[in-house]
Structure formats: C-alpha cells, structure tokens
C-alpha cells in the first residue's frame, strides 16, 4: 500500500502523517488490515492518494477526510477488494478517477463519500460494487461516466436519488438515467432512513426512534416520559397513564 507515493512500512504505519502531503491522523493496522483516516488530508501531484495492494483492505473514515489530486492520477485505487467505511465523510477529487476499482471489488458502507473526476466511482469492467447504508456523491466530467465500468452494481439499505429513476444498466454496465442514457453529470445515492421499532407499547402505541424522546405526544400520556434504547431505560417524570381499552398490545 501507497499514500501519496510512499509505501506504508512497519516504520511509518503508525503515523502516516509523516508523509509529505499527508496532515491529521492516518495510521495503518496490519493485522486487522484497517486504514484509518481521522480529519485527515492526502494531496499530491505526483501519485495516486492512495493505492492498495492489499486483499481486504478496509479504509475506516472519521471526521472530515479529503483526498485531493492535482495530476493524472487516481484519488484512491484498489487493486485488490477494498471496502471503504465509518461514521465520517471522505472527500476524494481527482483529474482522473477519483475512487478506482482495479482489480478488485469494491464495497461503500455506512458513510459519506464524495467522489469528483474525470470519472466519479469507476472500475476496470469485471469488478463489482456494493453501496450499502451510505449517503454518495459521485460525478463525472461530463464526458465520462459518474458511475460506471462495473460488472454489477448492488444497492442495501440506499437508493438513487439524482437522477430520478438512475439504475444500474447491465449491457453499460454503468448508472443511467430512466432514459437509459449514460450518466456523467452528479449521481446522488442517500441511505434509506431505518426507524427501529422496540418491543415496548405505551397506552397501546410502540416505542420506535420517532417517539421514544417524547413519548407524551401518544394519546392518553401527560408529564415527561422517554425512553433510552441504548440503556434500556424508560424514564417517567410526573406522568400520568390513561387507557381504558383492554387487550394486547
């Protein structure tokens, strides 16, 4: 593996700040073949931001990361199956690909990636991508395609959202629009929104995400009453329970 032209080592793995071209936290792990970007920043001119070599590599993102390249080079270039994730945000620009897939597969899961080249998220035509739970931008020069070469596109958990009625067209091989016309201008891809739902009923209504801050806006409920899934706990401040039909829930 390469960042921003220089191989990671046991002697810089631990901090891949050290890099010129590199700034906030970066390390690597090998044994659990995690890249780990924390409000970090890659830039080059010169190479490609970052380029792996390594089957499994996992790019962890938190906090606000950007890979920038002002030269003919990949933002970010997986050789082998590459999975990019984590709470955070990656930015990725380029003059070529921004986020290439070379090789090997590509999976995006549970974070906020933006993708901006002469081509947005591409790969070499056998490669497959998974997006899964994850909020993308990606988008091409306008001559090229935002979203393409890939031999399969599956979505988990998201759906495209820019341009209404964008698919995954297996002869293009590549995000079209409900014409069936190449896409090389902004592809939107937004996580679809899960609202859990606990085995915990209030005056007969569930507890889910949307009611469980305030759950004295169900009928028959006054005071302050919450519930915390994480603890497990339903909190009652001066509350008062009225419901008079029987039965379950």
């Not at 499994?56 to 938190?62: D, K, M, N, R, Y």
Request: hydrophobic share 35%.
């Amino acid at each position: 593996m390469w960042v921003a032209g220089t191989q990671v080592s046991d002697d810089n793995r631990g901090d891949l700040s050290a890099i010129d071209g590199v700034t906030g936290q970066v390390s690597y792990n090998p044994e659990t073949k995690v890249l780990r970007l924390q409000d970090a920043t890659i830039t080059s001119s010169s190479a490609i931001g970052i380029r792996s070599a390594i089957d499994g590599l996992t790019i962890e993102v938190a906090g606000t990361n950007s890979v920038n390249i002002d030269g003919p080079y990949a933002a970010i270039q997986g050789q082998q199956a590459l999975t990019i994730n984590g709470n955070g945000t990656l930015n990725t620009q380029s003059q070529n690909c921004a986020v290439f897939a070379f090789g090997g597969n590509l999976t995006i899961e549970n974070c906020t990636l933006s993708a901006k080249g002469s081509y947005g998220i591409s790969a070499s035509y056998s490669e497959t991508l998974v997006i899964r739970k994850a909020n993308i931008t990606a988008v091409g020069n306008g001559e090229n395609g935002s979203m393409c070469d890939f031999s399969n596109i599956t979505l988990e958990d998201c759906s495209i959202t820019q341009p209404v009625g964008g698919h995954f067209d297996e002869n293009q091989q590549s995000i079209v629009d409900a014409d069936g016309n190449y896409v090389t201008s902004e592809v939107k891809i937004e996580a679809t929104k899960v609202t859990n739902k606990y085995e915990l009923y209030v005056a007969g209504t569930q507890v889910t995400d949307d009611n469980r801050e305030d759950l004295s806006a169900i009928e028959g409920v006054t005071g302050q009453m919450s519930y915390d899934p994480q603890t497990n706990t339903l909190t009652l401040n001066n509350v008062n329970i009225q419901f008079t039909t029987g039965g379950f829930p």
